[in-house]
């Protein structure tokens, strides 16, 4: 095999997994699949990488860029004919900046040790998600990952200030910028976020610090409504304000199969309210904010809103509020095999489309089918799993269509974080038009012209 | 003429200006010159835009986008054989949804008009700027205008959530997304942020609101050295948090100039220091936050960075205070002939920076010669005048050496907020790479292979 061969020369015997390396290398993060690719390639640099390219452009050959293999949407998936390219040689923190609160780092760096990092400097980067100990950051980019505190920080791409790509023929483009401001033309950055590999490959990223909170308040409340649910998270907004870093809710399917049925928590609040709500607020002076924090969910149950609340008082209560969030193990071990979906949509509109949505999955499958939601309700967005009982080779069809198809007249998106990957892209059609998914193709012909970048992800 | 007429039966007689109508139409916000451009048309909706824009697309004809004029890098220059197109007739605020925290709103708009609506729901868009009365927010789209703010609420482009642009061949790109997080696919409305008209015209957006904050404070704060400074905003960074709204820094050579020797104000500070900070914050409890802002500038004096404090008692107070930040007028009429800048760089280099760059231009022209710096210090961005004197046709050129060439080895930025133009196209190759150009070149092939919007601008 020359290419192998060629490519062994640029980055070393270690650097190119095949045959039995492969046969045991999971490609997804539960383990069920195992590598399918015809070789990994693990570049050190991003110099290896542009070499790598070169030589992967001259013969044609397709590449997937991978990272944690965290993903839900089938986004890294390799055939036989296909390199994948990993960068677990590349996930070194490279410097901190203390005082312009900025971090470069490689592409395979783990998130939680980017957390780790900036700690160490009483920093912190904010995005956070359950997956954080495994994904990367370079994964966090090219999907523009959103997580547990958008509603503060705002998403992956809020929180990017520079990044550096390779090209599908292997040119290097490096805009490692620092500043939080810089309208010296186009932002070519933009291209690479969120574009799951199709249009580049990310290397290294300047990631946004900022000052660690020196308070952190975490509470989790039951609402009996959802007309309660969206007066409680108006309440939060208008007298938190920029405290604000986490409103989640979990509806009465998820908490009482998770926290109450599963034995594997230990409830903070009974089962039997139709709404629980994890609310977090971070500041900057202690005393004062617990006192806010207190006050404001005090209001909510003397207006009505909350039903009940618990405010943890420990590292350990917050931990075991939100590791009932979560446990997406224990979500997959009690529901499997189902589908699982990422949407988003106003806000105003999600009971509705909850209720709608059960009542379809029941009169398509029957009671035993279970529909659980979660998720960033702050954020518009809701994680939804459907099981169908009994289950078939066509359900997954079938719920998909219940899913998506509402979406449509709702203006929402078929992903709001997990991105398309080969799972949504005939489903795309519900969140773009026609034009825009054609301006989409007209920009993946002009970067990879030759189609060598994850082929068939996103788009079709 | 064929083409105006088949653009007047789309636009209404009213909608295609010429002759008369331009030689007195001002070309810039200071009226220093007149509308060179072969016609002005201007559509009254999206669907008029497009129509417009496939008949000049038939015959090749170039067009520039136009918003309030405010621009300062020559951006929507028109020369006689181009049309600039005008959204004087789209400037509706076409809807606020207050639960979802959003507005759509037409290009033409003015940024005030913008304020006012959301204030109407209680709600503010946070992005402004001292030209709020008459720039636009397609201008505004157009440049990702910064502001104020940007040190709590980033650019124009992190509170865009949807826009719909038309393209040079008419093709209308509607993202009016709503949705604060929407990963289906590539972020199209990236593309139309920030370029500047050479990709798309923007037509349409929704623009992300947020509560009116319940407490404001504002101080002007004297110092007396840069170390002084930078510590006082690593201070306000940490114990204002989420409250910091503004972080503005007069060097003493602007608040001398305007607040203390123009005449146009009354000084609440005396001169004589340094340097002069306008802190602002904003929050969601009127009695604790006036607690805590008077309590951070108070420790502020006591470490000894803070050399003298003010804080606003009242409304009129504050606007005494952003009025000599925000005087361009008395800058210019003080200093005409000059050279402006809008450089932003590490803050830990403006300094040293500055102090060099006043050095030079003195040793090139003599002491007469004036440096004043100013601006968004707490976003890494420096607003600069420099007259020389005595003033030649050959300054101009010399300056922009001056300010820019530093920026190379700094990692700085020739514009943090103003956008390119034509002012800045040569110095490009200061702050991006060539792969990063050739990029944009690509960019700009594929979306408008005829090369027919705002030609020239930005890119060569």
Redesign the interface.
């Known amino acids: 095999m020359d290419l192998l061969n060629a490519l062994r020369d640029i980055v070393g015997d270690g650097g190119v997994l095949t045959g039995e390396d492969l046969t045991t290398r999971a490609a997804d993060w539960l383990g069920l699949s195992t590598c399918q690719a015809k070789a990994v390639i693990r570049p050190r640099s991003t110099a290896e990488l542009s070499a790598v390219m070169q030589r992967c452009h001259a013969v044609r050959q397709p590449v997937i860029g991978t990272g944690g293999l965290t993903g839900l949407v089938h986004g890294t998936d390799a055939q036989g004919h296909e390199i994948q390219i990993s960068f677990e040689r590349m996930r070194s923190v490279i410097s901190v ?1 203390p ?2 609160r900025t971090m470069l780092v490689e592409a395979g760096t783990p998130l939680q040790v980017v957390h780790e990092a900036a700690a160490a400097h009483g920093l912190i980067y904010p995005v956070d998600l359950g997956s954080r100990g495994s994904c990367t950051i370079g994964g966090n980019i090219s ?2 990952a ?1 997580g547990n505190t ?3 920080y ?2 992956t ?2 929180n990017v200030l520079g990044l550096e790509a390779v ?1 599908a023929d292997g ?18 950055k ?2 690479f ?3 799951e590999g199709t ?1 580049g490959l990310v290397t290294r990223a300047v990631l946004k610090l900022y ?1 660690q ?2 308070s952190e308040g975490t509470a989790l409340v039951a609402l009996d409504s959802f007309d309660a649910v ?1 007066a409680f998270f ?1 309440h939060c ?7 604000l870093s986490s409103f989640e809710v979990m509806w009465q399917s998820h908490y009482e199969l998770i926290a109450v049925n599963s034995g594997r928590h230990n409830p903070p609040l009974p089962g039997g309210h139709g709404y629980y709500a994890i609310v977090e607020a ?4 202690a005393e ?1 904010d617990e006192a ?1 924090f207190a006050q404001v969910l005090g209001e909510a149950l003397e207006q009505g809103h909350a039903s009940d609340v618990v405010i943890a008082a420990s590292k350990a209560q917050r931990a075991a509020i939100w590791g009932i969030r979560e446990d997406i193990e224990g979500l997959f071990g009690a529901l499997t095999p189902s589908c699982t979906f990422d949407v ?5 509109a999600m009971d509705d489309y909850v209720l709608k949505l059960t009542a379809a999955a029941h009169a398509e499958w029957g009671a035993d089918t279970r529909v659980v939601v979660f998720g ?1 309700l702050g ?3 809701l994680h939804i799993l459907v099981a169908p009982r009994p289950w078939s080779a066509e359900a997954p069809h079938k719920v998909e269509t219940l899913v998506y198809e509402p979406l449509r007249a709702l ?10 990957g080969l799972e ?1 892209r005939a489903w ?1 059609n519900v ?3 026609p ?6 193709h ?2 993946k ?3 990879d012209p030759l189609g060598l970048l994850n082929p068939g992800k ?2 079709r």
Chains 1, 2 share one sequence.
């Open positions: 900046d005082v312009g999907t523009n959103g958008v509603v503060r705002g998403m791409r809020d090209l040119t290097v483009i490096s805009s490692l910028n620092t500043l939080l401001k810089n309208n010296a033309a186009y932002d070519l933009q291209l976020i969120g574009s249009l000052p909170p020196l969206m108006a907004g208008r007298r938190l304000g920029g405290l971070t500041g900057t002076d004062r806010l988003s949509m106003p806000i105003a960033h954020d518009g967005n203006g929402g998106s078929i992903s709001a974080e997990h991105g398309i949504k795309l969140s773009r038009t034009e825009e998914i054609a301006l989409m007209t920009l012909a002009a970067l996103v788009l």
